[in-house]
């Protein structure tokens, strides 16, 4: 509860200019990974990181092209964010799931990741609200 709580504070506080770092573990989809966060010396904490600010098909989508491009977006977020790499996690906001947070993710040499997402093809730009379909009408 300790942690949770300190971490609740961290996310509250955190500001543009505020950066948490973070170490990559898992990747979920092509807008979600799972990181080791340290709050204080003794203090670390395991949390899904959501890319603020992007949206990336579905890896259940609705037909197979999504499905295939849910796939190419996480290979492409596995690529960028191997295991173990110590990304720096800026404008943290809740998210609506418990234990996942929303963030930009800043890579070790200052690229933001989601606009990379973005320019890639395979993720576009979100501000809330419903999203936009991935399947060809």
Avoid: H
């Avoid at 670390?44 to 849910?70: H, S």
């Avoid at 110590?86 to 690229?111: C, E, H, T």
């Amino acid at each position: 509860m300790k942690k949770l709580l300190v971490f609740c504070m961290m996310v509250c506080l955190s500001s543009g200019a505020f950066a948490v770092p973070a170490v990559v573990d898992y990747i979920f989809d092509g807008d979600t990974f799972s990181a080791q966060v340290m709050l204080a010396d003794d203090i670390e904490i395991t949390v899904r990181v959501r890319l603020i600010n992007i949206d990336t098909p579905e890896m259940n989508g609705r037909c197979q092209a999504e499905k295939i491009m849910a796939q190419n977006a996480k290979d492409l977020l596995a690529t960028l964010l191997p295991r173990g790499t110590v990304v720096d996690l800026q404008n943290i906001k809740d998210d609506k799931y418990l234990g996942r947070i929303n963030a930009n993710v800043i890579l070790p040499d200052g690229r933001d990741l989601g606009e990379i997402m973005i320019d890639s093809g395979l993720a576009r730009p979100y501000r809330g609200g419903k999203r936009a379909g991935w399947c060809e009408k």
